[in-house]
């Protein structure tokens, strides 16, 4: 099926042969785009990060409980990760740019409210909608740059930049968040937020493409209400049980809810004629193992962070300043990576760079497990953290490009909500399910080691299954199915 763009689509460039490390050199226009879709990818990643450290501050200002701030990163996660998918397939049905716009629109605004927020209820409010933005940029933002860019090196490179930034977003934000508040006080974390976003939206109207499947098929209402009930269920149950734990009737209640009406939506999705998710599209097995990786990698690498962070500040004593330095490292070697994996992609390909990638997670956080009291622990958990963290970004843009590749154009919204579904939900899964064994620990630095052995071991089963599920096979001249080395694609 063809799609309808008022800008045409880029050429594909011809794929260059295996081991050529050159890609493909971008026109001004290219690199305009790509830096509207990147600066608002890394504005959302940056969202993620940047009001952790002035929580305690923002509560004693606005008078909320410790309990309630929980809700200033549940406000946001809810909608964020809950409406992913339903707007992912709106855009391809009704336009992406138009909801790309929309969303940063919202953001911008919500991040304003946010700003200036005057009790309890009007921030929860901003962050409420600065999610709902994300959750309209996120998808269409990754459809406009799978679509914009051709399959092969022009994607890779692409992909790869984005990857660097939301990762680096992501860091920064760690950093960025403590300097703030001490200098300017929380709201100006909320602040840069919107200052990013008033960059970003004058630009944006006349650089990017509309597009959109020509036909608009009539949207799976019910596969919409299942699939959003129980992204935002199990969302709410994982965020509350990060900080109060699975006991809770809450947790219990919306966990059972969740998981139910996912099922449900399994079910409707396999008796509908237009289906929000395609079921054949799950049983590609570079969808499946592709978003198994991300899961994996996301949710990992986001419990690595928060032990360590742990770990530096109570046992080795670290100022959050000096805490910031070792992942503003972490921060640095990203970018390294970024630039490094399209040459990568082009040698080994993104299956079989998803599963290097992983391993080389798997080992490094393995790394972690050496770390005691002393003082210079600080250096190995530096080096091992930034190495680590080096193949998670190789991770990161491998399984997206294994997600992606070989999906038609109509079918890339689609493609793009679950890739970013999954970095949602193993942004959320990760920490209650292993960072609580830290948490409630009698001895932190045992629970420490504890949850990044498991940590490592995780990683590196996850590589090895994706290898053998990724594995190409052909039929022999008898009709037997004979297993092959990880293809390039």
């Known amino acids: ?67 309630a701030l929980q809700w200033a990163v549940t406000a946001f996660a809810l909608p964020s990760g809950g409406f992913l998918l339903l707007f992912g397939r709106i ?16 953001f911008a605004a919500a991040s304003v409210l946010a700003t200036f927020a005057w009790d309890p209820a009007s921030f929860l409010a901003g962050r409420a909608l600065q999610g709902l933005g994300a959750a309209l940029i996120v998808p269409t933002g990754m459809s406009l740059l799978t679509t914009t860019f051709a399959e092969g090196p022009a994607r890779d490179r692409a992909l790869g930049i984005s990857g660097t930034l939301m990762s680096l977003g992501f860091t920064i934000g760690v950093v960025a968040g403590g300097v703030l508040t001490d200098a300017l006080g929380w709201r100006s974390t909320m602040g840069l937020l919107a200052v990013f976003a008033l960059v970003v939206l004058p630009l944006a109207p006349s650089l990017l493409p509309e597009s959109r499947t020509p036909d608009r098929p009539h949207l799976d209402i019910p596969g919409a209400i299942t699939v959003t009930g129980g992204l935002l269920s199990l969302i709410y149950a994982l965020t509350t049980a990060a900080d109060h734990g699975f006991g809770r009737t809450d947790v219990i209640v919306t966990l ?17 004629s237009a289906p929000l998710v395609s079921l054949p599209m799950l049983r590609r097995r570079t969808v499946a193992w592709g978003n198994l990786g991300g899961l994996v990698t996301f949710s990992m690498m986001s419990t690595v962070v928060f032990v360590l962070t742990l770990y530096l500040q109570e046992i080795l004593h670290l100022s959050a300043w000096q805490t910031g330095l070792v992942f503003g490292v972490q921060g640095v070697l990203s970018v390294v990576a970024g630039s490094l994996t399209p ?5 080994l390909g993104a299956r079989r760079t998803l599963v290097v990638s992983l391993a080389g997670q798997g080992v490094f956080v393995a790394a972690l497990v050496l770390l005691n009291a002393h003082t210079w622990s600080v250096w190995l958990a530096t080096a091992a953290v930034s190495l680590a963290s080096m193949f998670h970004l190789g991770a990161i843009i491998s399984y997206g490009l294994t997600v992606t590749s070989g999906v038609p154009d109509e079918e890339q919204g689609l493609a793009t909500g679950l890739v970013t579904s999954t970095q949602q939900v193993g942004i959320t899964v990760g920490i209650p399910l292993l960072g609580v064994l830290a948490t409630t620990s009698d001895d932190l630095l045992s629970g420490t080691r504890t949850v990044l052995a498991l940590n490592a071991a995780i990683v590196l089963a996850a590589a090895a299954l994706i290898a053998l599920g990724l594995r190409t096979r052909r039929t022999t001249a008898s009709g037997a199915v004979e297993a092959q080395p990880l293809g390039s694609r």
């Open 1 to 67: 099926m063809a799609i309808d763009s008022t800008t045409p689509t880029p050429t594909p460039a011809p794929t260059p042969p295996l081991g050529t490390p050159r890609s493909p050199r971008m026109s001004t226009r290219d690199k305009l785009v790509l830096f509207v879709l990147c600066a608002a990818q890394f504005m959302v990643a940056l969202d993620f990060s940047v009001l952790n450290v002035a929580l305690p501050v923002l509560g004693t200002d606005l008078g909320m409980s410790k309990s």
């Open 91 to 106: 855009g391809d049905l009704y336009g992406r740019r138009k909801l790309f716009l929309t969303g940063l629109a919202l």
């Open 343 to 347: 040459r990568v992609l082009s040698r």
């Open 256 to 272: 059972i809810a969740g998981l139910a009406l996912l099922t449900a939506f399994a079910i409707v999705e396999s008796r509908t």
